[in-house]
């Protein structure tokens, strides 16, 4: 028996529809901020990531599926959907036709991380990118709105957190004084954070391992190390998270696992997914667009983990209930059922039937066995009147009705 690959998954039932109601309420929701749709290719030039993404980090150094086409291409199945956008931005020179671009995105990404709960090799992204302004005022705004998207599916007890990364000019500065810090303390990291000295010391910082987060406590922080122009850019994001009433804390060990990131970067959290807990994640990144061949461009964004979120709706939460269950009292009232059906159907109204030639009993159980909240039923009778039993499954009342007033009814 061959089965799905090792951590990839089928989606279906339950955790079908809390993904579904995930995407549909975060579409609505990024609409209304003004963002519009964008769909890019699932895969792009391995380039792309490795120059956007940057050659040390774990993505680009060891998770990305990548592999030469029949064409000598040098491919890679997205790990995230930022880069592609920002390709896309740039191959249709939208910088040309407006100021301010604001893209939303769903789809499947791909990543060889090892697989867990809430971490899989391929799993759904929905993400958001506002491109062509500096202004920390967007950067809180884009948060705040992260923030909303799991408050409005109901989602408790998540926790965002907000810090600066700098940009490259006091990086530089912070980066060597993490490095002064942690020099003598080298022999006693992982081997990770070990191979993370020389590439990306930072990345120390976010180590999960005990030991290595013991060591680095009294490690400088980056919020100290920030520039004259760093400094009030993260004091307005604050400013204006607090103006528009969204509960934060600054975690200053907070550092994303791409190197894109300049100022501000954070991420909503909830200690409901055990280790895997980081379910919107996002920041502010002006050198990408420039990185990866174009023009110097500000923008941010961030991206949720659709199954992430998923997981944190109730089961109580998703209604996957049939509307109507039509049963017909002899089989030679078939075309008037098929009438009935097809009338609720274009309606709007979601209509099952029986296929096969069965009594009313059995009828009766499958509408049960469906959830349906009403069995609409013809007999001879009815079909001759023009009208219907309209059966309310849940308290066993019944009425007869006009085709009419049932789809009013039911509306
Ligand atoms: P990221 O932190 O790598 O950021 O991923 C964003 C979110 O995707 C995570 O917080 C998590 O919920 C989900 N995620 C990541 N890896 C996995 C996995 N293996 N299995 C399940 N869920 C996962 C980015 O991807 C950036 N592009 C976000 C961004 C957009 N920054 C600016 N704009």
């Given at each position: 028996?061959?089965?799905?690959?090792?951590?990839?998954?089928?989606i279906?039932?339950?955790?079908?529809?809390?993904?579904?109601?995930?995407?549909?309420?975060?579409?609505?929701?990024?609409?209304?901020?003004?963002?519009k749709?964008?769909?890019?290719?699932?895969?792009?030039?391995?380039?792309?990531?490795?120059?956007?993404?940057?050659?040390?980090t774990?993505?680009?150094?060891?998770?990305?599926y990548?592999?030469?086409?029949r064409?000598?291409?040098?491919i890679?199945?997205?790990?995230?959907?930022?880069?592609?956008?920002?390709?896309?931005?740039m191959?249709?020179?939208?910088?040309?036709k407006?100021?301010?671009?604001?893209?939303?995105?769903?789809?499947?990404?791909?990543?060889?991380?090892?697989?867990?709960?809430?971490?899989?090799?391929?799993?759904?992204?929905?993400?958001?990118?506002?491109?062509?302004?500096?202004?920390?005022?967007?950067?809180?705004?884009?948060?705040?709105?992260?923030?909303h998207?799991?408050?409005?599916?109901?989602?408790?007890?998540?926790?965002?957190?907000?810090?600066?990364?700098?940009?490259?000019?006091?990086?530089?500065?912070?980066?060597?004084?993490?490095?002064?810090?942690?020099?003598?303390?080298?022999?006693?990291?992982?081997?990770?954070?070990?191979?993370?000295?020389?590439?990306?010391?930072?990345?120390?910082?976010?180590?999960?391992?005990d030991?290595c987060?013991?060591?680095?406590?009294?490690?400088?922080k980056?919020?100290?190390y920030?520039?004259?122009?760093?400094?009030?850019?993260?004091?307005?994001?604050?400013?204006?998270?607090?103006?528009?009433?969204?509960p934060?804390?600054?975690?200053?060990?907070?550092?994303?696992?791409?190197?894109?990131?300049?100022?501000?970067?954070?991420?909503?959290?909830?200690?409901?997914?055990?280790?895997?807990?980081?379910?919107?994640?996002?920041?502010?990144?002006?050198?990408?667009?420039?990185?990866?061949?174009?023009?110097?461009?500000?923008?941010?964004?961030?991206?949720?983990?659709?199954?992430?979120v998923?997981?944190?709706?109730?089961?109580?939460?998703?209604?996957?209930?049939?509307?109507?269950f039509?049963?017909?009292?002899?089989?030679?009232?078939?075309?008037?059922?098929?009438?009935?059906?097809?009338?609720?159907?274009?309606?709007?109204?979601?209509?099952q039937?029986?296929?096969?030639?069965?009594?009313?009993?059995?009828?009766?159980?499958?509408a049960?066995?469906?959830?349906?909240?009403?069995?609409?039923?013809?007999?001879?009778?009815?079909?001759?009147?023009?009208?219907?039993?309209i059966?309310?499954?849940?308290?066993?009342?019944?009425?007869?009705?006009?085709?009419?007033?049932?789809?009013?009814?039911?509306?």
């Amino acid at each position: 028996m061959i089965e799905a690959v090792r951590g990839t998954k089928d989606i279906f039932d339950k955790d079908i529809a809390k993904m579904d109601l995930v995407i549909r309420k975060a579409e609505e929701i990024l609409k209304r901020y003004g963002f519009k749709h964008i769909i890019t290719p699932t895969f792009e030039e391995t380039a792309l990531f490795k120059r956007g993404i940057g050659e040390g980090t774990d993505i680009v150094s060891k998770e990305m599926y990548s592999f030469v086409d029949r064409g000598d291409r040098e491919i890679t199945l997205r790990p995230e959907g930022t880069a592609s956008v920002v390709r896309a931005y740039m191959e249709h020179k939208l910088y040309g036709k407006e100021n301010f671009t604001r893209f939303f995105y769903y789809g499947p990404m791909f990543r060889y991380e090892k697989p867990q709960k809430g971490r899989y090799r391929e799993f759904y992204q929905i993400g958001a990118e506002a491109i062509g302004l500096d202004t920390p005022e967007l950067d809180a705004e884009i948060i705040a709105m992260g923030y909303h998207l799991l408050t409005e599916l109901k989602i408790e007890d998540i926790e965002l957190q907000i810090n600066s990364v700098g940009c490259p000019v006091c990086r530089k500065e912070y980066r060597e004084k993490l490095k002064e810090f942690l020099q003598p303390k080298l022999d006693k990291l992982c081997h990770d954070c070990k191979d993370r000295y020389d590439k990306n010391p930072l990345r120390i910082l976010d180590c999960k391992i005990d030991n290595c987060k013991n060591e680095t406590q009294e490690a400088p922080k980056m919020i100290d190390y920030l520039c004259d122009n760093c400094t009030p850019h993260f004091e307005r994001v604050k400013k204006h998270l607090e103006l528009l009433n969204v509960p934060y804390v600054v975690n200053t060990r907070l550092v994303r696992g791409l190197d894109y990131y300049t100022n501000t970067a954070f991420e909503i959290v909830t200690n409901k997914l055990g280790s895997q807990g980081t379910v919107l994640a996002g920041g502010r990144y002006n050198n990408l667009i420039e990185e990866i061949g174009g023009k110097s461009i500000p923008a941010v964004g961030f991206a949720a983990g659709v199954e992430r979120v998923a997981m944190l709706i109730p089961d109580d939460d998703i209604t996957d209930r049939l509307d109507v269950f039509v049963v017909n009292v002899g089989d030679e009232n078939r075309g008037y059922l098929y009438k009935i059906v097809d009338m609720l159907r274009k309606a709007g109204i979601s209509t099952q039937y029986e296929y096969e030639v069965k009594n009313v009993k059995n009828q009766m159980k499958n509408a049960a066995k469906q959830n349906a909240k009403y069995a609409i039923i013809v007999g001879d009778d009815e079909r001759n009147e023009n009208v219907a039993v309209i059966k309310d499954m849940d308290n066993g009342t019944q009425e007869k009705l006009t085709l009419e007033d049932i789809i009013k009814k039911l509306k």
